[in-house]
């Protein structure tokens, strides 16, 4: 189908990119890429790649045994030299370092998710007897604290749809004209991105021919290749038809670009952190103390829906998660306020 296009062009740019990454890895971790290849996303397997990458270079960094390595030097025998307490360092190292003259930072998020990328490596090779110890399996892991979910509230939603659309009417000079430009095109974004929950990468890979009015649904390609249909209201419906009919037909798209559903000025295929820019800049204009994106736009979604439908496992499919136990662990917290509002309706006695 055309709507493919878009995600094979991308995975064959990130496969590329990954197999430039490979070349500065040790020769050996290629065997372990290699066999995650049919189980993980090529964007899972980049991040694995540069956060092995971070460890052996903490250990030339820290290590006097490694001060005159590259890091292809290293051998799967040097696996097993490392000990527990050497990753313990290595956790505190990631805290704080630096890399390539830059300051590199890490949450605790950060920090867990290195750590599961060394232990996949660990295991691996542990498992296939070609290292005798795995010393990952007796560092605890990082203690995960989780985060309140943050979204809008419904009057932030309108306020926000009513900025965009009028906005710009205390603008001047050029930010005037550029709004006047891009409003219609960022109200439509907007709007599908809070009338379906949609991720902004399947926003950007959607293209005119995914768009039916006919069901009012849209046709999605998720992540691991799920293809799904997800619908939309009559105001997602509004928008895309206003955008369609006036922005999106005076574009002539560069070439490689035509079947777009979403343009940047340059006429082509809108990207990920066009998207990013453009909800953070109308945004911090309706509620400067809360840091949105589109994925807090998928979270307003998700909470919205959970709230009119009480169906867990209806928000799990719609929001696309393959486990509804993920969906449960970020909408918990609506279920204890429901769990206490119930609490109240149930009278003993009647007040005297």
């Known amino acids: 189908m055309k709507s493919k296009t878009y995600y094979d062009e991308l995975t064959a740019k990130q496969t590329i990119k990954l197999r430039e990454l490979l070349k500065t890895l040790p020769p050996f971790t290629k065997e372990f890429f290699r066999a995650i290849d049919s189980t993980t996303q090529v964007r899972t397997r980049i991040a694995y790649a540069y956060d ?13 045994s490694y001060r005159n ?7 799967v025998s040097d696996l097993d030299l490392v000990q527990s307490v050497d990753l313990e360092e290595y956790m505190e190292y990631l805290k704080v ?4 003259e830059k300051q590199m930072m890490n949450t605790e998020r950060g920090v867990y998710r290195k750590m599961s990328s060394l232990r996949s490596l660990y295991a691996y090779f542990y498992k296939r007897q070609m290292i005798s110890t795995n010393p990952t399996l007796l560092v605890d892991m990082p203690k995960i604290h989780e985060k309140n979910i943050i979204r809008l509230e419904p009057d932030e939603v309108a306020n926000l ?93 560069v070439p490689g670009h035509e079947h777009a559903l979403f343009f940047s000025m340059q006429r082509r295929r809108i990207g990920v952190q066009a998207v990013q820019n453009l909800v953070k800049k109308y945004a911090k204009e309706i509620t400067p103390l809360k840091k949105i994106t589109p994925h807090k736009l998928r979270s307003t979604y998700g909470t919205t829906l959970y709230q009119e439908t009480d169906d867990i496992y209806l928000v799990a499919e719609v929001l696309g998660h393959n486990d509804v136990n993920t ?15 119930a609490a109240n309706k149930v009278t003993l006695r009647e007040n005297k």
């Open 327 to 341: 969906t449960r662990k970020h909408y918990a917290a609506m279920s204890d306020q429901k769990r206490r509002y």
């Open 52 to 64: 092995i990458r971070v460890f052996f270079i903490f250990l030339i960094t820290t290590n006097p």
């Open 161 to 253: 749809l009513d900025y965009i659309e009028k906005g710009g009417e205390n603008l001047t000079g050029q930010r005037k004209a550029y709004y006047e430009k891009t409003k219609i095109r960022d109200f439509a974004i907007v709007t599908l991105l809070l009338g379906t929950g949609i991720r902004v990468s399947e926003l950007v890979g959607l293209n005119i021919e995914d768009v039916d009015f006919k069901n009012n649904g849209i046709h999605l390609i998720r992540k691991g290749g799920k293809e799904m249909i997800v619908y939309f209201g009559d105001e997602v419906e509004f928008a895309l038809r206003q955008y369609i009919d006036t922005d999106r037909a005076s574009v002539h798209p």
């Open 69 to 75: 390595y590259d890091v292809t030097d290293f051998k």
């Open 97 to 100: 370092y630096h890399s390539s």
